[in-house]
């Protein structure tokens, strides 16, 4: 196969196949000016060609080494000179604290996820590759990941009610880069590719030193694959359990402790609990799972990702966390702490904050709900200043009524 047919069969049968249920009207490649996103615009571009799909191609600018906008600016200038919109987002929010890897990477998405709200873009495209897949196994794989963390990236996903797709997952680097050298494109080496501080930097070496066993980036990235086979299996299993086992009593969820079931579906409902409750993007790894099981059944209490962990002989109740929402205030007409709605006579002045231990001393009928001390305190409630003015879960409506914005078995489909 000629190189030129190789790209057409490669958008045909490859690039297009997170498209297959779902066409854009308008996508855009996320593009940073280094070979894999000038490769992914360019694909882009073919791929919709004839196909009455408007594209258009977005930078963030991190600003947090020179020459970053130089690069934002050669991409601008190379999508001029063709005709392609093109904007750049700048991103100045990091503190100095915390990952700065994760912290940029979430900043990304938020920032292009908003503008594509405001400019009519239903799809964004990411230039993640077959590369990028194995340095990311290789990472996990160090850190003793289990099918979740050792599965591939999806090919397509929805966040921040955008849609994302990842068309090169099957694609290697070096192919990308034989593919703009065809086409007379050039791009820009990024320094923090070779930067020893960086944890990937480390794995593509070490993936370097495997072609000695003739282990490569495909043959990594396709173990990623079938990994991600057996997620979506278990997860098909986990939400069949779900909807036999588990209960949702105002918020807390209620898995069984005894129903027999392999280890690692129970392991699944917990990982997913904790996520559902605590409103983590990721669950907690393994070891912090084994911990979980070591403190329940010694003491029958422990905390773990925003949650409290109580233990029953029947049960395992995860509630929220009175800590983790403390300090969490809002409007009564927004969903609170990413879970709750709340319906009643809304009025300038009231808010939504926790129940807390000063709440609950003003709720005489709290024990008559047969909920637990500690799942109450983290509960929603209305304020009016420093007064309580309802606490649905707590037995004191006063008019209001409380209603979960996401069911747990919604929760896990949406993760399907």
């Not at 300038?348 to 005489?364: F, K, M, T, V």
Request: charged content about 25%.
């Amino acid at each position: 196969m000629s190189e030129d047919n190789d790209d057409d069969w490669f958008v045909e049968h490859i690039f297009s196949s997170p498209f297959f249920l779902s066409k854009p009207k308008h996508i855009a490649a996320a593009v940073s000016g280094g070979s894999d996103s000038m490769a992914l615009l360019s694909y882009t571009l073919l791929w919709a060609e004839g196909r009455d799909i408007q594209v258009s191609a977005v930078t963030v600018d991190h600003g947090l080494r020179d020459g970053s906008a130089a690069e934002a600016e050669t991409v601008a200038a190379y999508c001029a000179k063709r005709g392609i919109a093109h904007k750049t987002l700048r991103w100045d929010g990091w503190d100095g604290t915390g990952n700065l890897q994760a912290s940029a990477r979430d900043a990304r998405y938020a920032l292009m996820a908003e503008f594509a709200k405001q400019t009519g873009i239903d799809t964004i495209a990411l230039g993640h590759t077959e590369d990028d897949q194995a340095e990311t196994f290789v990472m996990r794989l160090a850190r003793k990941s289990g099918v979740d963390g050792l599965a591939s990236m999806k090919g397509r996903f929805r966040k921040s009610g955008v849609d994302w797709v990842r068309p090169l997952l099957l694609r290697s680097r070096a192919k990308l880069r034989a593919h703009l050298e065809r086409n007379n494109i050039s791009w820009v080496d990024d320094p923090s590719n070779e930067d020893a501080r960086f944890e990937r930097v480390h794995a593509r070496k070490v993936i370097a030193e495997l072609g000695a066993l003739n282990i490569d980036n495909g043959i990594l990235s396709a173990v990623s694959h079938n990994m991600a086979s057996a997620k979506d299996a278990l997860k098909h299993y986990t939400l069949a359990e779900a909807r036999t086992h588990a209960v949702t009593e105002s918020g807390d969820l209620l898995l069984p402790r005894f129903e027999p079931m392999p280890h690692e579906i129970s392991r699944q409902l917990s990982v997913n609990a904790l996520q559902w409750i605590g409103r983590n993007p990721y669950g907690p790894r393994n070891r912090a799972i084994d911990d979980m099981d070591y403190h329940l059944s010694t003491s029958g209490a422990h905390t773990l990702a925003g949650c409290h962990i109580t233990q029953t002989e029947r049960h395992t109740r995860y509630t929220r966390e009175f800590n983790a929402v403390r300090d969490l205030v809002g409007p009564t007409k927004a969903v609170w702490d990413g879970r709750w709605r709340l319906g009643g006579p809304h009025a300038p002045g009231l808010e939504i904050r926790a129940l807390g231990e000063d709440g609950l001393a003003q709720c005489p009928d709290w024990r008559g709900t047969g909920l637990p001390r500690i799942s109450l305190l983290a509960s929603p409630a209305v304020w009016r200043g420093e007064a309580l003015v309802a606490a649905p879960h707590a037995g004191l409506e006063n008019g209001w009524v409380v209603k979960l914005w996401q069911p747990f078995v919604q929760f896990l489909l949406d993760g399907l």
